[in-house]
């Protein structure tokens, strides 16, 4: 299994600001994400962070609003640019273990946007 | 469109009733199954999954699923609750027709009385 950590856990920022949340996995994995889960909603898959190359985005969010790195095979950061209220969610960083399919989720950073 | 449906979204029980959670998918190919739990202020767990074999596939803490390909289904069970499986459960499918994306179903949210 791996283990995710995630850095800020919480933070609440001010309209038209940005924020970059942090993940470290504490082993070397195949594939990183990163999620959105809004109020009482489901995760939706914002993208895959690809290393050394472009993030890949799923349709509805774009590379300008959610930039992401992924410098290496264990560290992932996703930015949320221009931060307005709709931002406020719980945002996850995972990651799949190629062996297994298996998928596993850091702790979440608790954004509000005021 | 291809999704993961779960039909109960709020379920209140007593201790020691027995439990099914229901979850349909509408994905083609080849599909791994899983849930996962969060509990309250907690990360997201991996219950039980199901990638190939016997249908019927045992988790932690007593769950258990079973995966019926005829019916595009893989409802959870338990026979038994307990007060400490209050938490909300999210049904998940990667399938080969949809990228190999982890994709969420809306999740169940379980109340246990004791």
Known sequence: SAVISQKPSRDICQRGTSLTIQCQVDSQVTMMFWYRQQPGQSLTLIATANQGSEATYESGFVIDKFPISRPNLTFSTLTVSNMSPEDSSIYLCSARDRASYEQYFGPGTRLTVT | ?114
């Not at chain 2, 202020?41 to 932690?60: A, C, R, T």
């Open chain 2, 1 to 114: 469109a291809q999704s993961v449906s779960q039909h109960n979204h709020h379920v209140i029980l007593s201790e020691a009733a027995s439990l099914e959670l229901g979850c349909n998918y509408s994905y083609g190919g080849t599909v791994n199954l899983f849930w996962y739990v969060q509990y309250p202020g907690q990360h997201l767990q991996l219950l039980l999954k199901y990638f190939s074999g016997d249908p019927l596939v045992k988790g932690i803490k007593g769950f258990e699923a079973e995966f019926i390909k005829s019916k595009f289904s893989f409802n959870l069970r338990k026979p038994s609750v307990q007060w400490s499986d209050t938490a909300e459960y999210f049904c998940a499918v990667i399938s080969n027709n949809a990228g190999n994306m982890l994709t969420f179903g809306g999740g169940t949210r379980l109340m246990v009385k004791p």
